[in-house]
């Protein structure tokens, strides 16, 4: 079975990474510019999540983007994988 919240974090390790922003990946954030997530950041972390689960979250993407906190993108991110099965 698929660790969905460990793809979410390690997912948004690497857009923190590669934005050179030094937050401590965490399911409790709030997304925002504060914590490297803004529109852009977001759509990044969207990108890195349907790479390592080789899905698509067309069917939730609406849902994401009002998203206050990571921890409530891996509820979307397990109903999309299961769309996509």
Do not use: W
């Amino acid at each position: 079975m698929v660790n969905v919240e460990q793809i979410v974090l390690e997912s948004y390790a690497k857009v923190l990474e590669e934005a050179n922003l030094n937050f401590k990946p965490s399911l409790d954030v709030v997304i925002g510019r504060d914590s490297g997530l803004d529109s852009l950041g977001l759509v990044n972390l969207m990108i890195e999540i349907e790479e390592a689960l080789d899905i698509t979250l067309e069917s939730v993407l609406v849902e994401i983007r009002q998203s206050h906190k990571l921890n409530e993108l891996v509820a979307l991110v397990q109903r999309a994988l299961e769309v996509c099965k």
